[in-house]
Every structure is written in structure tokens, then in C-alpha cells.
Nanobody
Framework: QVWLVESGGGLVQAGGSLRLSCAAAGTTSNIDNMAWYRQAPGKERELVSSITNTGNINYADAVKGRFTISRDNAKKIAYLQMNSLKPEDTAVYYC?????????WGQGTQVSVSS
């Protein structure tokens, strides 16, 4: 069992920055992939960025150049550095981890960006 706890969300002005953290606990060995998703009101959950245990990274086009995903395998923490935030980035951000064919989700953290 893997538990994921997100933190770092909040309310910021457009152009500001936030860093989200996702801490894994429980059976944390062999987590192959970690990812950040987001879901805005009235929209489906969408992939923001993902990172494998070897450092392979993907970004959604909407955040490329502004967001940076990273992972500390020793500390079992994934990060999402968000710069140049826009109002359209407003959403609940969820952390996802994949371990040996199982998927685990965090509870989500709210990110709100004002104009």
C-alpha cells in the first residue's frame, strides 16, 4: 500500500509561483512512475507531467516551459515547480504513483490563480 500526500497548494496572483510536493509513505519501494494531474471545475482530470524512476519526463503542452517536475528517490518525494502561473492553471492538483501495476492517488491540493 502506498499513501500519497500532496502539499504546497494555495492562492497566488497571475505570474506567481508555487511548488507542490507529493510525499509517498507505506510500501514505497519500486515506484516506477509518478505524475501530476489536475482537474478544473467542469473539466476532466488531465495529465500535467510525469516522471519515471529513471528520470524520463513528459509535460503537457499547456505547462511546458513553465512547470518543472522532479523526484527525490531517496526522500520518496515528487515535486512540481510551477512558475508564471495563469488563471487557467486553477485546479485541484493530484499526485499519482504507479507501483508494480497498481495505481495510487493523493487527496489533491487546491491551486488558485487570480487575475
Amino acid at each position: 500500500q502506498v499513501w500519497l500526500v500532496e502539499s504546497g497548494g494555495g492562492l497566488v496572483q497571475a505570474g506567481g509561483s508555487l511548488r507542490l510536493s507529493c510525499a509517498a509513505a507505506g510500501t514505497t519501494s519500486n515506484i516506477d512512475n509518478m505524475a501530476w494531474y489536475r482537474q478544473a471545475p467542469g473539466k476532466e482530470r488531465e495529465l500535467v507531467s510525469s516522471i519515471t524512476n529513471t528520470g524520463n519526463i513528459n509535460y503537457a503542452d499547456a505547462v511546458k516551459g513553465r512547470f518543472t517536475i522532479s523526484r527525490d528517490n531517496a526522500k520518496k518525494i515528487a515535486y512540481l515547480q510551477m512558475n508564471s502561473l495563469k488563471p487557467e492553471d486553477t485546479a485541484v492538483y493530484y499526485c499519482r504513483a504507479d507501483r508494480r501495476g497498481e495505481t495510487f492517488w493523493g487527496q489533491g491540493t487546491q491551486v488558485s490563480v487570480s487575475s
